[in-house]
């Protein structure tokens, strides 16, 4: 009786602790589906008011006639017809695009450039990274009005130039020069981010390689096209897909330099800048201006996926 008894004791404790182990992780399991949705929540809802709700009502005012006090009504397509007639849509679409096509070349191969120039460990180079750095985090607005006042027609570049006897010029006065300008501050102030991105990728290039390229007789030159490029070059798709579509986007820059109404008669106009005049106020066609921001999404993401997709046929 007493063997039987000692044996039922360990296996009563047994149970009891296992029965006190397992109420908590039945009650654990059965709270595991619901409790990532609870974490989530409070992203997905900061998601669902800024981003979705208002992509999903500017997709919808797009077929409409709405304006800023009046409730529009369904119009199908017209308002898309109505930007193929429209020669402000088109200067604002020549200018997006020359945007891409001056802007991105420079912010791909400059910030590589710049960053394997500071990446070398010699007295001093991190004053220099923060400096190349400043203008990133520098507010658009300062930038822009800084870069007025320098190009301005009694600033300080062309105080310069007529004291070399070249004597002044429109920077923000000629309709080219004004974009052009416009596209160098936007270089300038991207240099510092993409920079960082490079500094990353290049921190990962193992160090044999170039040696390797060095001893082989390779120059400067060669081992940066052989070595170098190859080796960042998924960080370059990344850049150049980051960059097309903040180009395409391009408002700030413009608006500070060119003034609200896109520069002279309008012709630096963008189409966010568009989107911007045609939809503000209190007779602003928001339905019209809603068709064109559906245009600058679709381009978007056609530019998106036309970088990846030579990305793909590189790596093939």
Same mark, same amino acid.
């Given at each position: 009786m007493k063997s039987s008894s000692a044996v039922t004791a360990p296996r009563t404790a047994a149970t009891a602790s296992r029965a006190v182990t397992d109420g908590p992780r039945k009650r654990i399991r059965?709270? #595991?589906?619901?409790? @990532?949705? $609870?974490?989530?929540? /409070?992203? =997905? %809802?900061?998601?669902?008011?800024?981003?979705?709700? !208002?992509?999903?009502?500017?997709?919808?005012?797009?077929?409409?006639?709405?304006?800023?006090?009046?409730?529009g009504e369904f119009v199908g397509l017209d308002?898309?017809?109505?930007?193929?007639?429209?020669?402000?849509?088109?200067?604002?679409?020549?200018?997006?695009?020359?945007?891409? #096509?001056?802007?991105? @070349?420079? $912010?791909?191969?400059? /910030?590589? =450039? %710049?960053?394997?120039?500071?990446?070398?460990?010699? !007295?001093g180079i991190t004053f220099f990274r923060s400096a190349f750095y400043t203008p990133v985090?520098?507010?658009?607005?300062?930038?822009?009005?800084?870069?007025v006042w320098m190009l301005d027609e009694r600033g300080l570049v062309n105080a310069v130039l007529e004291a070399v006897g070249v004597g002044s010029v429109g920077f923000l006065s000629d309709q080219w020069l004004l974009l052009l300008s416009a596209m160098t501050v936007t270089v300038w102030k991207g240099l510092g981010y993409y920079m960082i991105i490079y500094l990353a990728a290049l921190a990962n290039v193992p160090r044999e390689l170039h040696e390797a390229a060095a001893v082989d007789g390779a120059g400067a030159v060669r081992r940066f096209l052989t070595v170098t490029v190859p080796?960042?070059?998924?960080?370059?798709?990344?850049?150049?897909?980051?960059?097309?579509?903040?180009?395409?986007?391009?408002?700030?820059?413009?608006?500070?330099?060119?003034?609200?109404?896109?520069?002279p008669a309008g012709?630096?106009?963008?189409?966010?800048?568009?989107?911007?005049?045609?939809?503000?106020?209190?007779?602003?066609?928001?339905?019209?201006?809603?068709?064109?921001?559906?245009?600058?999404?679709v381009v978007t993401v056609a530019l998106m996926l036309l970088v990846l997709r030579a990305d793909r046929k590189e790596d093939a």
């Open positions: 059965r709270q #595991l589906p619901s409790s @990532p949705w $609870l974490f989530a929540a /409070p992203g =997905l %809802l900061i998601v669902g008011i800024f981003i979705l709700y !208002p992509f999903v009502s500017t997709l919808i005012n797009s077929f409409t006639d709405k304006r800023t006090l009046i409730p308002n898309f017809r109505e930007l193929l007639h429209d020669d402000m849509f088109w200067i604002g679409l020549r200018n997006s695009t020359l945007y891409i #096509l001056g802007v991105v @070349p420079a $912010l791909v191969l400059l /910030p590589l =450039l %710049l960053a394997m120039l500071v990446q070398k460990h010699i !007295p985090v520098a507010s658009i607005v300062v930038v822009g009005l800084i870069w080796a960042v070059r998924s960080t370059m798709v990344l850049v150049a897909a980051l960059s097309s579509v903040a180009a395409f986007k391009v408002f700030s820059e413009v608006y500070l330099m060119a003034g609200p109404n896109g520069g012709e630096d106009t963008t189409l966010v800048m568009l989107v911007q005049r045609v939809g503000t106020g209190l007779t602003g066609r928001v339905g019209y201006a809603s068709a064109i921001s559906v245009v600058v999404f």
